[in-house]
């Protein structure tokens, strides 16, 4: 069965940091990989996704995330945080039959400013 | 806001009670999901919608009723639930049901059992 890691569950940062969210997978075929962020109060949004291609992938907001197939991992970076990516941060798998997500437990990411 | 839209946003019940969950999304996507989130876990699947009939089924007991009357409209029917159902619950869709393809979510509907 699929697995995700998150590495930290919790990570506190100040403004103009920079951010790098540990994601690690379990499964050796083809996989579609993908982060979700949640803001406060709101519902799920795809940050970024990766299919296949330039495993550097960019999302919105100023989010990148790096897939290295040798170590199943899709970590995702961000140069420099802002305190409104305070968010809970998901990362997820899909792979094999069907839409089939499999997250991470999340990393709460907390910006001061 | 989102493009899926769920109703009711909570929703407090008895273990005798009847009621059901809706989520409505007008993008035209052909696939619709149901998942369960209890508090501080990530969402886990319930059910997968593709062309308004169910494909995937994550072994979820039956007081679980699920329902897509048609492509646009997923529903949840809940019967005899226990307290350990409390959990917010999210619905889902995507424009088809390829792995490659993003789901969109609703802001969820929070149960409660009492």
């Known amino acids: 069965a699929q697995s995700v890691s998150q590495h930290n569950h919790h990570v506190i940062l100040s403004e103009a940091a920079s951010l790098e969210l540990g994601c690690n997978y379990s499964?050796?075929?083809?996989?579609?990989l993908f982060w979700y962020v949640q803001y406060p109060g709101q519902h799920l949004q795809l940050l970024l996704k990766?299919?296949?291609?330039?495993?550097l992938v960019k999302g919105i907001k100023g989010f990148e995330a790096e897939f290295i197939k040798s170590k199943f991992s899709f970590n995702l970076r961000k140069p420099s945080v802002q305190w409104s990516d305070t968010a809970e941060y998901f990362c997820?798998?899909?792979?094999?039959?069907?839409?089939?997500?499999?997250f991470g437990a999340g990393t709460i990411l907390r910006v001061k400013s | 806001d989102t493009e899926v839209t769920q109703t009711p946003k909570h929703l407090v019940m008895g273990m005798t009670n009847k009621k059901s969950l809706k989520c409505e999304q007008h993008?035209?996507?052909?696939?619709m999901y149901w998942y369960k989130q209890k508090a501080k876990k990530p969402p886990e699947l319930m059910f997968v919608?593709?062309?308004?009939?169910?494909?995937i089924n994550e072994s979820v007991p039956s007081r679980f009723s699920p329902e897509c009357p048609n492509s646009s409209l997923l529903n949840l029917h809940l019967h005899a639930l226990q307290p350990e159902d409390s959990a917010l619950y999210l619905c889902?869709?995507?424009?088809?049901?390829?792995?490659?393809?993003?789901?969109?979510f609703g802001d969820g509907t929070r149960l409660s059992i009492l």
């Open positions: 919608y593709s062309y308004e009939k169910l494909s």
């Open positions: 499964y050796g075929g083809t996989v579609n």
């Open positions: 993008m035209g996507h052909r696939a």
């Open positions: 997820a798998v899909n792979a094999g039959y069907g839409n089939k997500l499999v």
């Open positions: 889902a869709s995507s424009q088809g049901q390829g792995a490659e393809q993003p789901q969109h």
């Open positions: 990766y299919f296949s291609g330039d495993p």
